[in-house]
């Protein structure tokens, strides 16, 4: 018995080592984020989308080319009306119509491999290209290239960020900041991560010594000439689904250069979930779950499903936000993040995503796409890699085709007036600091001031973020006098018109 138990325990020891899972030895590093578009209802991706609701802090780093302006800012005290800033000479400028997409907020969290303490984990290099945009907003510190570039962005630009040496774990505290955006990300159970900051410029710029950054999470953000991996469009010849929507691949294999009589051959991908999502402005929701596509050796004349696009007044209710919440978060842990970074995310993301006004379609974008259009390495130590995508895609709603009529009809609204009304009311006002920021940043509307706002002005603001982006595309479909002279007069697109890429566009 002796001698079998022995042998029993040595054989036990021999298979232990073979039998541990790879991934074990890991890191594990797990990431989200956000890739939007605009549509309208033919499927088209419009431009002029680089714009900011929900700007990031001051001290993120900030690429000298980068063409994001904030709708709302406290310095500038825009209020969501334009103008935002001062257009650059270089070709950026509020509403250029090149920017097709936005690459919002991913974070990236770091994790040791089980057993192992954070400390124990070597110094880790992270470097990510973004194939068809700008890598234009990131931190902690990171290599940038092209940083302070110049050029118009296409479907061919590519970008790139290195973080290099960053180590995880750390003594430094994070930069204190009670920006909403920023501090929700950091409610997970990652560790802090610690990056060497230096400076890149000779003189001017010296290289600080021992200039340390400490964050629980490795940030950037993007701009981008690309189209979704799907666009939805409306058949209204259907006329017993004249209101559907019917969605379709735009992810093509351009690399293969495999075809049929009926065009490119689509990538084989897998679409996990998706809700069409319909948000009031009282804040009641309606949204309806679209099962798992798949779009396999589908070609461009096969949609790949279709659903309504209308929902009944009777659809709308405030606790479906809870159900379309939990629905998202469940689906974002069985893709493989945590339920805390799930949660971390969506919460992030409350305002755009949960109650901003509009009708928007999401969905969880297949890994292959994202890892085509945004490579990600890390050396230093074998990696465990999880990245979780969500695609928004703005749709234009019924309420703001209505809108657009109105303001298209004129007269053109004067938006500088109303801008100046707010202003002294807040300044010449009883207003501490704290009651002031709600209105500058957009959480409180304008009326709430006791300021008279007129109906076309509130018919402005009603078409949501994208709005510039809408009347600019409304002026191209339905040119009307007074939306030409509602883009002059608030510089809400360039003067130089840019075509769409043939490598990106379908």
Request: one cysteine or more; glycine letters at 8%; charged letters at 20%.
């Amino acid at each position: 018995m002796r001698t079998s138990s022995s042998l029993l325990c040595l054989g036990l020891l021999l298979l232990a080592p073979s039998t541990l899972r790879a991934d074990d030895k890991a890191v594990i590093v797990h990431e989200w984020g956000t890739f939007t578009s605009l549509q309208d209802e033919n499927g088209q991706a419009i431009g002029g989308i680089n714009v900011d609701d929900e700007p990031v802090p001051g001290f993120v780093f900030q690429d000298g080319s980068q063409p994001v302006e904030a709708q709302y800012s406290n310095d500038k005290g825009n209020f969501g009306l334009p103008p935002y800033g001062t257009p650059t000479t270089k070709g950026w400028a509020v509403g250029d119509p090149a920017v097709t997409m936005r690459l919002e907020t991913p974070v990236l969290y770091l994790y040791p491999p089980k057993g192992q303490t954070p400390q124990s984990v070597p110094p880790l290099n992270v470097h990510v290209d973004f194939h068809g945009g700008f890598l234009t907003q990131f931190y902690p510190y990171a290599h940038a290239v092209p940083f302070n570039g110049i050029g118009e962005i296409t479907g061919k630009s590519t970008s790139s960020l290195d973080w290099a040496g960053v180590k995880m774990g750390s003594t430094e505290k994070p930069v204190e900041t009670d920006d909403k955006v920023w501090t929700t990300p950091r409610e997970v159970g990652a560790p802090l991560l610690q990056v060497m900051m230096h400076f890149e410029g000779g003189d001017e710029k010296p290289d600080p010594v021992g200039v340390l950054q400490a964050e629980h999470f490795l940030f950037y953000r993007g701009v981008g000439h690309l189209d979704s991996p799907i666009y939805l469009n409306r058949n209204p010849s259907n006329v017993d689904k004249k209101d559907w929507l019917y969605v379709w691949p735009n992810w093509v294999d351009r690399v293969s250069h495999a075809s049929t009589p009926q065009g490119d051959i689509a990538l084989d991908a897998l679409y996990p979930e998706g809700w069409l999502t319909e948000i009031h402005a009282d804040g009641s929701c309606a949204f309806r779950l679209v099962s798992p596509f798949q779009e396999g050796s589908r070609t461009r004349i096969h949609s790949l499903t279709d659903f309504s696009s209308k929902f009944a007044a009777i659809d709308f209710t405030v606790a479906n936000l809870t159900t379309l919440k939990a629905s998202m978060q469940a689906a974002l842990v069985k893709e493989g993040l945590y339920p805390d970074e799930a949660s971390a995310m969506l919460r992030t993301w409350e305002l755009s995503y949960f109650k901003s006004p509009g009708l928007r379609f999401f969905y969880i974008v297949p890994r292959a796409w994202v890892d085509r259009v945004l490579p990600l390495k890390i050396s230093g130590a074998p990696t465990d890699i999880t990245r979780v995508m969500i695609g928004r895609i703005e749709l234009i709603n019924d309420e703001q085709k209505a809108a657009l009529a109105r303001l298209a009809a004129g007269p053109c609204p004067d938006l500088a007036s109303v801008k100046q009304a707010a202003f002294n009311a807040l300044e010449k006002g009883h207003l501490t600091d704290a009651q002031k920021e709600p209105f500058y940043s957009g959480e409180k509307p304008l009326s709430e001031l006791g300021i008279a706002i007129p109906p076309l002005v509130q018919d402005y603001l009603s078409l949501g973020r994208f709005r510039d982006a809408l009347i600019v595309h409304e002026q191209q479909q339905h040119a009307s006098p007074a939306l030409a002279q509602f883009i002059k007069d608030n510089s809400l697109a360039q003067a130089k018109e840019y075509t769409a890429d043939p490598t990106a566009s379908r």
